[in-house]
């Protein structure tokens, strides 16, 4: 089986690491085209005003000066363009991708693009606390149970222009209660926290925080499983039709 890894925190981020140390329990045939730097938050975003640079940084392995979009197109169109993936992994991101973050993600648009192009993909992404970790977020959750959570998902097909996301809670491997297949989540953006601060020359700055969380009965979204201590698997889709109104809005026009 032939694997394709990518990311959005870039091609030396400790994540791809993990990912690949994952990836290699099921193949040897392993291919990295990552972003050349950090992309987090650049969801499905394409480049088009500037060209994209390739570099090899090794047997099977590329860097792109663009987005994790631009850098599964480039592995797809051009450096496996004769030997295309079986496999797309993506991740392990260096922090949760629950709920609406999905919209938001680099890591799981990477996983979108593979879809589109008719790959099994996967996204993969570390929970960790936020107080105070920086770079040093533990994927010890990830690196004991990814194996666990690709393997079964790599023999099940997958439907059409869809993808599996996949959550590690923030715990140690030992404390982590198992997997489970949850829908996607929602928090309530009515209350979105925004943080205002002062430079040292006087203008403001803001910073963007998360809102709460809001809950479902049993307890059966992404975001609160991960907070209850399991793994999550989501199956995602790229069709955004809402069919429920499809017919009300051709009565519009009818």
Not at 83 to 102: C, F, H, K, T, W
Request: some cysteine; proline content about 7%; overall charge negative.
């Amino acid at each position: 089986m032939r694997i394709l890894l990518t990311n959005d925190d870039g091609v030396n981020a400790s994540g791809l690491k993990v990912l690949e140390r994952i990836a290699r329990t099921i193949s040897d045939d392993i291919w990295v085209v990552a972003p050349m730097e950090e992309q987090s938050g650049a969801g499905h975003s394409l480049t088009l005003t500037k060209p994209i640079r390739l570099r090899q940084l090794g047997e099977r392995r590329f860097c792109v000066t663009g987005t994790p979009t631009d850098a599964v197109m480039m592995a797809i169109a051009h450096v496996m363009k004769d030997n295309p993936p079986d496999l797309i992994l993506s991740g392990v991101n260096r922090g949760a991708n629950l709920g609406e973050d999905v919209t938001y993600s680099g890591t799981v648009s990477a996983a979108m693009e593979g879809a589109l192009a008719g790959i099994p993909s996967i996204a993969l992404s570390q929970v960790y606390a936020r107080e105070g970790m920086g770079y040093t977020v533990p994927f010890a959750a990830a690196e004991e149970w990814g194996e666990r959570v690709v393997r079964p998902l790599v023999s099940e097909p997958m439907a059409p222009r869809s993808l599996v996301n996949v959550n590690f809670p923030a715990l140690p491997p030992s404390e982590v209660k198992g997997v489970r297949v949850v829908r996607q989540g929602l928090r309530d953006y009515g209350r979105l926290r925004l943080v205002q601060r002062t430079d040292p020359r006087g203008y403001d700055y803001f910073w963007f925080g998360l809102g709460p969380m809001v809950e479902t009965p049993g307890h059966d979204t992404d975001l609160e499983a991960v907070a209850d201590g399991y793994v999550t698997v989501t199956p995602l889709h790229l069709d955004l039709t809402h069919d429920a109104s499809l017919s009300r809005l051709k009565g519009l026009y009818s």
